[in-house]
């Protein structure tokens, strides 16, 4: 089964279980309560210099950008999912807007 279809057969799975998390969740606690730190950290308490192998494990669940939708594709081989996905700041459901770095309109 390809990534893709089960990062949306997840994405379902939680849609439809709306207690599954709350809302005023960040996506680090959302994420840490599905695996602990260790999900997202190597060590499990900070974050790698480069931010390479947190980006490694985004996509080993969620798949690579250029699997996803064309936002994600045109970032390929530019941007990490951080540079846009702040996993301690932003809550669950929460998403990025495109003008925090485009100001020309786009979408």
């Known amino acids: 089964m390809s990534k893709f279809l089960l990062?949306?057969?997840?994405?379902?799975?939680?849609?439809?279980?709306?207690?599954?998390f709350a809302?005023?969740?960040t996506l680090a606690e959302f994420h840490a309560d599905m695996g602990g730190c260790e999900s997202c950290h190597a060590d499990g308490a900070s974050a790698s210099a480069d931010g390479?192998?947190?980006?490694?494990?985004?996509?080993?669940?969620?798949?690579?950008?250029?699997?996803?939708?064309?936002?994600?594709?045109?970032?390929?081989?530019?941007?990490?999912?951080?540079?846009?996905?702040?996993?301690?700041?932003?809550?669950?459901g929460q998403k990025p807007t495109c003008d925090a770095c485009h100001d020309d309109g786009r979408q």
């Open 7 to 20: 990062s949306a057969l997840f994405g379902a799975a939680v849609a439809l279980s709306s207690s599954a």
């Open 23 to 25: 809302a005023d969740q």
């Open 52 to 92: 390479a192998f947190e980006f490694e494990q985004c996509q080993s669940c969620h798949g690579s950008l250029a699997e996803m939708d064309d936002k994600h594709k045109a970032h390929d081989g530019m941007m990490m999912c951080q540079d846009c996905h702040v996993t301690h700041e932003m809550n669950v």
